[in-house]
């Protein structure tokens, strides 16, 4: 997939509301995802956001996860051998592990710059950030289950 076609979608997460509206090439990425990935993104979309200590930072995980399946990155990030909880997992505990957050939870509005099968390379603005795979999912769930 071309650079150009990995812009990403700034949705406006609500509770009841359904995926933003996509471009043909971004629904084309996301029929490379697993149905079940990709119902589980599209629930974010509709439910509440869950009780967590920064609930001001859940909009922007929302809008992580749709940018990761709707770009193209969780499809080559799944051929490079990350498992999906990896790139959409969050703690099981109620009190937040950040060490077992996916890759949406890690981004922070950044862009993928480039995936590899062991880091992920994030652009904002003119600064690179280097995030190495967190290859544990032990402990983990999808964000779509957390607090529910």
Known sequence: MNAQ????????????????????????????????????????FRQRAPLITKPDVWPVIVGDALYLASTGWAVDALALGWHPLELFGCSASARGDDDRLGLAGRLDGRDITQITDTAVLLSNEDRFFLLRRNASWENTIYLWEYGR
Request: charged share 30%.
């Open 5 to 44: 076609l990995r812009l990403r979608v700034k949705p406006e997460p609500k509770e009841g509301a359904d995926l933003p509206a996509l471009n043909p090439e971004q629904r084309e990425a996301m029929r490379g995802l697993p149905t079940e990935l990709v119902r589980g993104i599209a629930s974010l």
